[in-house]
């Protein structure tokens, strides 16, 4: 009996010791096998539970489209009560220090942000829209300009019963927005939410809004088990109509003057 206990004791103690020491880039690839490639950490540095790597979108498997920020990502994983906090700071493009919270239960796994950091007017991450050039069509093509902006109010994700439900909001505003494509600069504003579904546990609502400008965007879908459903249109302002007519062509299926689009 003795033994075992001994035995068992120098197992947990590897385990142990094999999780403390694990690199940096075991996070990499569990990244990029959750998204299939699109989100990767390069050149990473350190191990999983104080690393750094370069953020890069890329087009998936077999693709050689691909996009990087300019600065590392630092991230640091440690306990904080009964789970795990992870704190992200990147020069380019995190407000500050980023903190997520990683809850585990059983048969459940929660992630959530603090509360102050899901305020009405805070925003955690700025993106160069450039950067989406790296997930290939249409992206690459449009080659856009302007700035990507992240924000959340009382969000948080829940793993429960095999499928993933979501609390509060996340709003991504594209600022100033241009492309290659078009001679009026800039294109306008937008707003994507990704908002829960009240009522409807695991379902997300989808919205696209004009927030101003020439090109105007608009559109509404769902996110259910991983399925995404999504109906919008484009348009140009009267005035913008011919200037615009290129970009309408590749956003969508044109209809007159309207430009649709649908995915799912």
């Not at 009560?81 to 919270?101: D, S």
């Amino acid at each position: 009996m003795s033994r075992a206990w001994m035995l068992g004791g120098a197992a947990c103690g590897a385990l142990l010791a094999l999780l403390s020491q694990a690199p940096a880039s075991w996070l990499a690839q569990g990244l990029a096998r959750a998204s299939q490639g699109h989100l990767q950490l390069a050149e990473t540095r350190g191990s999983i539970w104080n690393g750094s790597g370069l953020l890069v979108l890329g087009g998936g498997r077999d693709s050689r489209d691909a996009s990087v920020l300019p600065d590392r990502l630092e991230w640091r994983l440690g306990l904080q009560g009964l789970g795990l906090e992870l704190r992200a700071r990147q020069a380019c493009c995190l407000n500050g220090e980023l903190r997520l919270r990683l809850e585990p239960g059983l048969g459940r796994f929660r992630l959530s942000l603090p509360a102050a950091a899901t305020g009405q007017d805070a925003w955690l991450a700025r993106f160069p829209a450039a950067w989406l050039g790296g997930l290939g069509t249409p992206w690459n093509t449009l080659q856009l300009s302007g700035n990507l902006r992240l924000s959340a109010r009382d969000f948080g994700l829940e793993w429960a019963q095999g499928r993933w439900q979501q609390q509060g909001q996340l709003d991504l505003d594209f600022v100033n927005l241009g492309s290659r494509l078009a001679t009026v600069a800039p294109l306008g504003s937008y707003r994507f939410s990704l908002a829960a579904e009240p009522g409807l546990a695991g379902v997300a609502a989808l919205r696209l809004s004009t927030l101003e400008g020439a090109l105007l965007l608009s559109g509404q879908g769902s996110l259910s088990n991983a399925r995404l459903r999504f109906q919008g249109e484009a348009s140009a302002a009267p005035e913008r109509e011919a200037a615009l007519n290129n970009l309408l062509n590749i956003i969508g299926r044109r209809q007159g003057a309207r430009s649709l689009i649908s995915i799912g």
